[in-house]
């Protein structure tokens, strides 16, 4: 998984409560991804970052906030989760941008109850 | 209607068949085109990675675009057990709408001995 580390793996946890998912990068890229997997909707993205302390909103942000304070780690939280956003999430980094080939995370498979 | 449509299968194929994968589009903005390769409970892993029309071929993977007809294909020949994933395309474009990554559904393929 070309560097990345997602954490935890798994995670259950119950309505209203906060969570964070930390994505680990070992390879200096410059961008870093978060996507929801969901069975007939595919990869979505939901933030992105392109530099320490840069983040830009995808397609399905509501919900989550992102902070990049090193290079090599980018969280993802829910503030306050919901049973929508169960999901399996995924971190991806690249060198050059959203179009430059992008290397994916082993995911973090979350249950909201 | 989605930007990228592809068919969730199951596709069940006995060992050393040629599989045939495929997406259509919507938008003509799109001109870069990938194959990412997903095992259960794995992040995606990109396959192959084509620009513009014609075909581009890597050991048993080749992988077709026809962008008059909007419809991406790819090919696996010698199907082996270890090819059964899921098998997500992905496409972009320089201008508008389409100057961000848009990922398939994904096609389950089951590769049996």
């Known amino acids: 998984d070309a560097g990345i580390t997602q954490s935890p793996r798994h995670k259950v946890t119950e309505t209203g409560t906060p969570v964070t998912l930390r994505c680990h990068q070992t390879?200096?890229?410059?961008?870093m991804y978060w996507y929801r997997q969901d069975p007939g909707h595919g990869l979505r993205l939901i933030h992105y970052?392109?530099?320490?302390?840069?983040?830009d909103k995808g397609e399905v942000s509501d919900g989550y906030s992102v902070s990049r304070s090193k290079t090599e780690d980018f969280l993802l939280t829910l503030e306050s989760a919901t049973s929508s956003q169960t999901s399996v999430y995924f971190c991806?980094?690249?060198?050059?941008?959203?179009?430059?080939?992008?290397?994916f995370g082993p995911g973090t498979r979350l249950t909201v109850l | 209607q989605k930007e990228v449509e592809q068919d969730p299968g199951p596709l069940s194929v006995p060992e050393g068949a040629i599989v045939s994968l495929n997406c259509t589009y919507s938008?003509?903005?799109?001109?870069?085109f990938m194959w990412y390769r997903q095992y259960s409970r794995k992040g995606p892993e990109l396959l192959m990675y084509?620009?513009?029309?014609g075909n581009k071929e890597d050991g048993r993977f080749t992988a077709q675009v026809d962008k008059s007809s909007k419809y991406i294909s790819l090919f696996i020949r010698d199907s082996q057990p270890s090819d059964s994933a899921t098998y997500l395309c992905?496409?972009?474009?320089?201008?508008?709408?389409?100057?961000?990554?848009?990922f398939g559904t994904g096609t389950r393929l089951q590769v049996t001995l």
């Open positions: 991806a980094i690249s060198e050059r941008g959203s179009t430059d080939t992008q290397y």
């Open positions: 390879e200096n890229h410059r961008y």
């Open positions: 970052s392109y530099g320490v302390k840069d983040t």
């Open positions: 938008n003509s903005a799109f001109q870069y």
């Open positions: 084509t620009y513009s029309s």
């Open positions: 992905a496409m972009w474009g320089n201008t508008g709408t389409a100057s961000k990554l848009t």
